[in-house]
Structure formats: structure tokens, C-alpha cells
């Protein structure tokens, strides 16, 4: 079921191209090609609901002023049985729509049918998406980068789904290459150190409390069995010992964070299947891979990288490079997704063009591939930052975030911003009960709503109400924010950001509040009670969708 919003930029679109076709015909201006025309909101509402730039668009080839070609598309569009009341040309050339006010009411009935479908659309026509993010190296706990990533992945995937796509979440295990085997290494080191031997421990192994921590336990369980085994076989069974117990660590805190992957893809597998030996061969074959000085390189010059890349290192090792290639080939090509977004961050910027080169080679599309750049996150406490590292062991992981602010705001204070900006995440205000917290704000909104149905007690139904009632600007204002949410979603796609989401329920959260404060619900006028029932129905039913998408609750309760 296509929304009312949708039907109206439909319909305005139709009506401008019908009108441009007039005009041409009447020899008012010639154009080679009709242009793609775009519907916009006017950031002034007194400008109209609606707004296109088409008259700009075409001046180039109208030969023509955009003022003089939006007059003859205005003289020559047809407002008949439409929604559009007037049609008005402002500044250099823009064409601004008013609506009839009745459609706003259709709005209503659109929330009060689809409910949880609301803001749904088909422009994704069941293609295949690839949504892979987080893929945390399992060689320690996942930090609080890896927990703006799963906030930004999960909520790509569930506004992709909400637009018809047929999405897979992925998480790509790295248990394979150099930084398993400095994993090996470093548990091997402490392991030897617990038993008492002088052992150095390596200068850029995994300092973390949790490498003593899997030693100790295994010293418990396994005793001292390992004590005279040779190197490689000892580590060996250390790394699929640590390896399992902080793979389902990490299931436990990703589901603890409301995160569930449809798959969990091994880069062992590559190698143990051969596909990354395959992927090097066929760049060979096509003449995209060369030896230099005993190691294999990619041609990565030839697609606009500065320089080439290595493959196989002189020591007869696959890179991870060579691994990342396999692997997105078997997403695009083996398992034939249409699409494949990656969210990564910040420091894997000059990965992406050597991987999409990469690709192209070997006859991929390049643009099947996105990969959203993730900017860092910065934790604050009284206004103090905290330092992470990994390696030094010094860091705030995902579990203590969940522990100290909770899943929804975690969850909402990630998707505050888009993700190509850094995010100062504010403890204290995420743990804050009042309306500075972002989170608070728009769960209160919901659950004042929740409060006041209860207390009100009445069974409405959409027939019983005289929605033209609603005349108040706080209650129009109100139920043109609601319409907004099916193209709020489209353009969060189009950025592949969730914040958009976000930022639309605070404004969302933000309109009711006025409406809440300007307008009485429980009134001795039974019909315009009902109506403003449904109106604050309606209202509830978008937060809750809007929090759904972004892996937040609504309660009923606060």
C-alpha cells in the first residue's frame, strides 16, 4: 500500500511533467530530454508543503530563466482533482505547492491501517543486501567502536528491509592471519609466565586482563598438560580455546545489545576451501597480479590507487587483502547478493578503493560494493575523555556500556550523528532521567502518550471521528510531522544513515510535546476528544516505529 505522502509527490511529479510536455508543445521553451524532477520539503513551511527546483534543472537547455520557465509551468500545470490548493514561483526559480488540508487526515488513516508498516515502502523490489558490520577481531572484548558499528549496521539493515530490500547481516570473523597468530603468542606467553617461567612477553601482543584471564582458566581446566609441548601445537590449542570462549563472549553481549546476525562467516573458511589461492590465480590469469622481489602484488595502479598492492608476501603468506578479496567476491559473486554494504572504521579509509579496484578486475561492478566510513568515538565522563586501547588493556567495552546506560541508550546516542562524524558520547546525560536526554526524551514522549490513553479509557475506532475537527496549528503541525516519516526513511537510505531516523523522532517527540502542552486530550466535546485519541494513537504508533528501527524500546511506562 503506497502512503498518501508518496501518492502526493507522485502525483505533484506527474502533474509538472504534464505540464513541461504542455508547454513544449505550445513552443513556450524546447528542452532535448525530460529531467528527473524532484520533490522536496521547504525548510519554510510557509512556502508550501512541497518544492521543485525543475525550472533550474532545465534552463540550460530551455535556453531560458528559470523565473520565465517557472511561470509557463505554473500557468500550464492542472490542479484539477489533485491535492494541490495553489501553486506559487519563489525565489530564483523554485515552484512551491500548497495542499488542500484534507490530506492530512488521509495521513492519519494511513498510520491507523498499516501501524507497524507505516513509513514501509517497495522501492528495494526483494533485491539482495549484504549488510556486514562490526567483525570485530575475536582476539579480546569489543570495544566501544565496535559498539557504534553495530548501532549503525543494525540500523542500515532495518531501514534497507523497511524499503523492500531482503536483507542479510553478516559478522565476518577474522580468525585467520597475523593477528591470530600474535594472539597465539601472547597467550602462550602468559601461559608460560603463570607457570612460573621467565618469559618475555611479546612487545605488541594483547596486554589485555582477559589473555590472564583465558591462561589461568585453561591452567585450571587443562592443568599443566601443555607445559612441554612444542610452540606451534601449544598455541595452536590456545587460540581455539581463547577463540570459542570470546566468539560466544561476543554473541552473548551482541544479543544483550539486540543485534542478531543471519550469518557468521569465517575467514578460516576461505582458506581452508582455497579460495583465496583462487582469487590470486584468476588476477594472475587476467593479468592484474605480478611477482616483484618474491611476493605477488595487485595492479591496484591501474584503478586509481596511488600504488600497488601486495597479495602473497615474500614468506609465501596471503595478506589480508588477498583474504578480503575472496571473501567479497563470494558475497557478490558465489552468494549472489545484489548489493554489499560494509560499515568500517575510520582507519580502513585507504582500503577502499584498492578492494573496488580489486573487484573491477575481476568483473564486478564496483558500485555493488559501499562501504560507510566510521568515524571515531570519543567517551566522556564529566567531561573528561576516556582512552581506549586495546593493546594496552585499557579500554571501555560494550558489556560495561550496556551495564552503565542501558541497550536503547547506547543504541540511540550512536545514531545521534551520521556516521562519517566523530561522536562525543556523553555518560552522564545518557544516564540522565530528563528531556536533555536525547533518549529520554522521545521514550517519554511515548510513554505520556501510553499514560494518557490509560487514564482516558475509551475504545475509538477510525469511523467513529471527525478528524476535520483538528484545526489547532499545533495539531496540524503535529500530523505533518507524522506524514513525513515514509520519505524520512527513503532519504536515510539514499545516505545510508540512520541518524535520520533518530533526528526525526526528537522532532517528532518535540511536536507532540507542543501539541501536549497547547492542546487538552480529555475534553466534555466527546468528538474532538476522539479525534485528538486517534491523532495521539497515531503519534505513538510512529515512535514506536521509528524506536524499532533503531533497536530501541518504547515503554509504557516511566
Known amino acids: 500500500m503506497k502512503s498518501t505522502i508518496n501518492k502526493i509527490i507522485a502525483s505533484i511529479k506527474l502533474a509538472v511533467n504534464e505540464s513541461i510536455t504542455r508547454s513544449v508543445d505550445e513552443g513556450a521553451f524546447t528542452i532535448d530530454h525530460m529531467p528527473s524532477i524532484i520533490i522536496e520539503v521547504p525548510r519554510d513551511t510557509t512556502h508550501g508543503e512541497f518544492s521543485t527546483n525543475v525550472a533550474m534543472q532545465i534552463t540550460r537547455q530551455a535556453k531560458k530563466s528559470p523565473k520565465l520557465i517557472g511561470e509557463v509551468i505554473i500557468k500550464n500545470i492542472d490542479t484539477n482533482n489533485s491535492y494541490i490548493k495553489s501553486v506559487e514561483l519563489a525565489g530564483p526559480g523554485f515552484i512551491n505547492f ?51 558499528g553495530g548501532a549503525i549496521g543494525d540500523g542500515i539493515a532495518s531501514i534497507l528491509q523497511c524499503a523492500g530490500y531482503q536483507v542479510s547481516r553478516e559478522f565476518y570473523i577474522n580468525d585467520a592471519g597475523n593477528q591470530i597468530e600474535k594472539f597465539g603468542q601472547s597467550l602462550e606467553a602468559r601461559y608460560l609466565q603463570l607457570l612460573g617461567q621467565n618469559i618475555e612477553f611479546p612487545e605488541d601482543g594483547y596486554k589485555g586482563e582477559d589473555i590472564t584471564e583465558h591462561m589461568k582458566n585453561f591452567i585450571e581446566e587443562q592443568h599443566k598438560e601443555y607445559i612441554d609441548e612444542e610452540s606451534d601445537r601449544r598455541k595452536k590449542a590456545f587460540i581455539e580455546y581463547a577463540l570459542n570462549l570470546n566468539l560466544q563472549k561476543i554473541k552473548e553481549d551482541l544479543n544483550e545489545y539486540g543485534i542478531k546476525y543471519d550469518v557468521w562467516f569465517s575467514e578460516s573458511v576461505l582458506h581452508c576451501q582455497n579460495q583465496v589461492n583462487a582469487v590470486i590465480d584468476e588476477l594472475k590469469n587476467k593479468g592484474y597480479a605480478y611477482e616483484k622481489e618474491g611476493a605477488v602484488w595487485f595492479k591496484a595502479t591501474e584503478f586509481g590507487c596511488e600504488k600497488d598492492d601486495v597479495l602473497v608476501r615474500n614468506n609465501g603468506i596471503p595478506t589480508y587483502f588477498a583474504a578480503d578479496i575472496a571473501y567479497h567476491l563470494d558475497k557478490l559473486r558465489t552468494r ?43 567517551l566522556t565522563r564529566k567531561g573528561e575523555i576516556s582512552r581506549m586501547s586495546k593493546r594496552s588493556g585499557k579500554m571501555v567495552t560494550l558489556s560495561d556500556l550496556i551495564d552503565e546506560v542501558g541497550k536503547d541508550a547506547a543504541r540511540f546516542f550512536f545514531n545521534l550523528r551520521s556516521p562519517d562524524s566523530h561522536l562525543d558520547f556523553d555518560l552522564d546525560l545518557a544516564m540522565e532521567q530528563s528531556n536533555d536526554n536525547p533518549v529520554f526524551y522521545v521514550q517519554y514522549a511515548h510513554a505520556r502518550i501510553c499514560s494518557i490513553l490509560r487514564q482516558l479509557d475509551v475504545e475509538v475506532s477510525f469511523s467513529q471521528v471527525t478528524l476535520t475537527l483538528l484545526k489547532e496549528k499545533e495539531e496540524i503541525l503535529l500530523i505533518r510531522k507524522l506524514a513525513d516519516l515514509p520519505q524520512e526513511i527513503i532519504m536515510a537510505i539514499e545516505k545510508l544513515d540512520p541518524s535520520k531516523i533518530t533526528k526525526y523522532a526528537l522532532d517528532l517527540s518535540s511536536d507532540f510535546h507542543s501539541f501536549y502542552n497547547a492542546c487538552r486530550v480529555k475534553l466534555e466535546d466527546e468528538e474532538l476528544m476522539k479525534s485528538r485519541i486517534i491523532l495521539i494513537q497515531c503519534t505513538k504508533q510512529v515512535i514506536e516505529n521509528c524506536l524499532g528501527i533503531l533497536g530501541v524500546s518504547a515503554p509504557e511506562i516511566m
Open 98 to 148: 500548497h495542499l488542500n488540508q484534507n490530506w492530512l487526515y488521509e495521513v492519519l488513516e494511513d498510520i491507523y491501517d498499516l501501524r507497524g508498516s507505516y513509513g514501509s515502502s517497495d522501492i528495494g523490489a526483494g533485491k539482495k543486501v549484504n549488510v556486514e558490520f562490526i567483525s570485530a577481531n575475536p582476539t579480546g572484548p569489543m570495544h566501544m567502536g565496535n559498539a557504534r
Open 336 to 378: 549472489e547478493f545484489d548489493w554489499s554494504i560494509n560499515v568500517w572504521g575510520a582507519d580502513h579509509h585507504g582500503h577502499v578503493a584498492r578492494l573496488k579496484g580489486a573487484l573491477e578486475a575481476l568483473g564486478i561492478e564496483p558500485d555493488r560494493l559501499t562501504i560507510i566510513i566510521m568515524q571515531l568515538v570519543r
